[in-house]
């Protein structure tokens, strides 16, 4: 594997990973953060969201299901900055809870450039295994 896609998978990975691993030992302060999203099934989106998380960060890292995790890795970022930017537009400005921290995240244009990024990176991953391996 060449350096860059590498170096992007190791990045993305460890984010995915230590993001599940966070709302592991702080369920409670996740679940909080999605109720304010007011999404549908919070009982299993919460578990939903950590499994995905856990095994696309895992699967980043190791390199298996190339183009799959790259590409569930896009759709989570984008998930997330369509979730900031509603909340933003609203003016609630409460984060997501990704890395299941007590404290409260505020949702700035600093928060949404963050994630910005990481779709980029994301989308740079992807492309790079759609254009080599398929």
């Known amino acids: 594997m060449q350096l860059f896609p590498m170096l992007l998978s190791v990045i993305l990975g460890l984010i995915l990973l230590v993001a599940a691993i966070g709302k592991l030992f702080n369920m409670e302060a996740f679940q909080l953060a999605l109720e304010q ?11 939903l969201v950590v499994v995905v998380e856990f095994v696309v960060g895992i699967s980043l ?11 569930v ?8 900055l369509v979730l900031y ?20 995240m505020v949702i700035n244009k600093f928060e949404i450039g963050k994630t910005v990024l990481l779709i980029l990176l994301s989308a740079a991953l992807f492309s790079f295994y759609l254009i080599h391996y398929v």
Request: charged letters at 10%; glycine letters at 10%; hydrophobic letters at 40%.
């Open 85 to 104: 930017m509603t909340m933003y537009s609203k003016k609630l400005n409460h984060g997501c809870g990704c890395f299941g921290s007590t404290k409260s």
């Open 61 to 71: 890292l190791t390199g298996k299901a190339a183009v799959i995790s790259s590409l």
């Open 73 to 80: 890795s896009l759709l989570l970022f984008i998930t997330i």
């Open 37 to 47: 999203y007011k999404l549908p099934y919070m009982g299993v989106l919460k578990y």
